[in-house]
T-cell receptor, first 114, second 113 residues
Framework: AQSVTQPDIHITVSEGASLELRCNYS??????LFWYVQSPGQGLQLLLK??????LVQGIKGFEAEFKRSQSSFNLRKPSVHWSDAAEYFC????????????FGTGTRLKVLA | NAGVTQTPKFQVLKTGQSMTLQCAQD?????MSWYRQDPGMGLRLIHY???????DQGEVPNGYNVSRSTTEDFPLRLLSAAPSQTSVYFC????????????FGSGTRLTVV
């Protein structure tokens, strides 16, 4: 069955520390992969996406993610976290064009300590 | 460029009442979807549309209706509200080529008492 797993429900890091949020997926073929961020009371904003090419993708707000086919993973990273990064982060997968459905993980809530 | 606009932002309903959540996008996107977000459950697809006049059910369609008479609008109707429908509802849209991701509205927080 198709699924997305974000194993960490909560993560706490100190401001300035590095961050890695994990995402593993189960899918029949290489899907499109996404990371979204949701600030409190807001909708989801697309951070970055992967659908082909270089397996290390850069996104907005200084985030990057690496697609590892052998591990079925798409982990999100940031070298130095800012207090404003505190939010909930969702990994999602989608089939190549022509289908509607994205599958979302259950989210990782990031807390940043000053 | 407004993107995806949802109204209202907050709503309280009594059990058994009906209402419509509005969603409009100005990006000429073909695909539109409604999700509900509940703690610890991520986003679950309620209904979706791949173009004007075409709608279908997602994972959790019971108790909801949709229609898509124009490309821009995709309203979600709660037929007879139940406490289990207390949730945050998001409308999202994207173009046919799926690699660019969905654009989300800011959500409607619905409480059914």
């Amino acid at each position: 069955a198709q699924s997305v797993t974000q194993p960490d429900i909560h993560i706490t890091v100190s401001e300035g520390a590095s961050l890695e949020l994990r995402c593993n997926y189960s899918y029949g073929a290489t899907p499109y992969l996404f990371w979204y961020v949701q600030s409190p009371g807001q909708g989801l904003q697309l951070l970055l996406k992967y659908f082909s090419g270089d397996t290390l993708v850069q996104g907005i707000k200084g985030f990057e993610a690496e697609f590892k086919r052998s591990q079925s993973s798409f982990n999100l990273r940031k070298p130095s976290v800012h207090w404003s990064d505190a939010a909930e982060y969702f990994c999602a997968v989608g089939a190549p064009s022509g289908t509607y459905k994205y599958i979302f993980g259950t989210g990782t809530r990031l807390k940043v300590l000053a | 460029n407004a993107g995806v606009t949802q109204t209202p932002k907050f709503q309280v309903l009594k059990t058994g009442q009906s209402m419509t959540l509005q969603c409009a996008q100005d990006m000429n996107h073909e695909y539109m979807s409604w999700y509900r977000q509940d703690p610890g459950m991520g986003l679950r697809l309620i209904h979706y549309s791949v173009g004007a006049g075409i709608t279908d059910q997602g994972e959790v369609p019971n108790g909801y209706n949709v229609s898509r008479s124009t490309t821009e609008d995709f309203p979600l109707r709660l037929l007879s509200a139940a406490p289990s429908q207390t949730s945050v509802y998001f409308c999202a849209s994207r173009n046919r080529e799926g690699g660019y991701g969905y654009t989300f509205g800011s959500g409607t927080r619905l409480t059914v008492v």
